[in-house]
């Protein structure tokens, strides 16, 4: 996405946004337990934002690529991981 595009579609809004990269947390679940890491822990914070707030989803490279966490990374700041 270019910047004029970027302009084009911002809106002023008094909300304020918080953006959780949650990298790392597709781990497999723990031979002894059969939970991940991530149903292992106490996340009360994260709860808490979950049930407040707005929960979405990207797929920053698209339906079929898995990229890693610099290509993710940039795709998040609008930057084209498969270029």
């Known amino acids: 996405m270019d910047l004029e595009t970027l302009k084009d579609i911002s809106i002023a809004s008094p909300s304020k946004i918080v953006l959780l990269v949650m990298d790392g947390l597709g781990g497999l679940p723990h031979p002894e337990t059969g939970k991940t890491e991530l149903e292992t ?43």
């Open 41 to 83: 822990a106490r996340t009360p914070n994260m709860d808490g934002l979950a049930r407040k707030g707005i929960c979405g989803l990207t797929v920053p490279g698209g339906p079929g690529f898995t990229p890693g966490s610099g290509p993710g990374h940039l795709a998040l700041c609008g930057y084209d991981p498969l270029r």
